[in-house]
């Protein structure tokens, strides 16, 4: 088994079902014991912001707001850089423990010996 997953959720509100699937996956590994990189690229970059992940709906699926909770205290949450740059969102925008990193980081991560990557 990997001892780290480095997920890159590229999907937000534009395709919920997607979208809850890369959180949802996250936060039942942190709640399993991985270690864990959810990475937040194209549209789901909205959700390092304070309040927008509340906004998220999708019957029978978990709330979005506690599976980034769950992320956020066991895990690591990244920005893609470029996501937010075309966002105008920056550092002091941000929640709290969400970093803002590039492809050079998410691919060192994902190389790791003991890394399995995925991408929804």
């Given at each position: 088994?990997?001892?780290?997953?480095?997920?890159?959720?590229?999907?937000?509100?534009?395709?919920?079902?997607?979208?809850?699937?890369?959180?949802?996956?996250?936060?039942?590994?942190?709640?399993?014991?991985?270690?864990?990189?959810?990475?937040?690229?194209?549209?789901?970059?909205?959700?390092?912001?304070?309040?927008?992940?509340?906004?998220?709906?999708?019957?029978?699926?978990?709330?979005?707001?506690?599976?980034?909770?769950?992320?956020?205290?066991?895990?690591?949450?990244?920005?893609?850089?470029?996501?937010?740059?075309?966002?105008?969102?920056?550092?002091?925008?941000?929640?709290?423990?969400?970093?803002?990193?590039?492809?050079?980081?998410?691919?060192?991560?994902?190389?790791?010996d003991g890394t399995?990557?995925?991408?929804?």
């Open positions: 088994m990997a001892k780290k997953l480095v997920i890159k959720v590229t999907a937000g509100a534009d395709a919920p079902e997607r979208c809850s699937q890369a959180f949802t996956v996250a936060a039942v590994a942190v709640a399993s014991g991985v270690e864990v990189s959810l990475w937040l690229t194209g549209e789901s970059s909205w959700f390092a912001l304070p309040g927008r992940a509340a906004e998220f709906e999708l019957p029978h699926a978990a709330p979005l707001p506690d599976l980034l909770d769950s992320v956020l205290a066991g895990g690591r949450l990244t920005l893609c850089t470029q996501c937010a740059a075309r966002r105008d969102i920056t550092e002091k925008d941000v929640l709290e423990g969400v970093r803002i990193a590039g492809a050079q980081v998410f691919v060192q991560e994902a190389l790791e399995q990557a995925l991408v929804y």
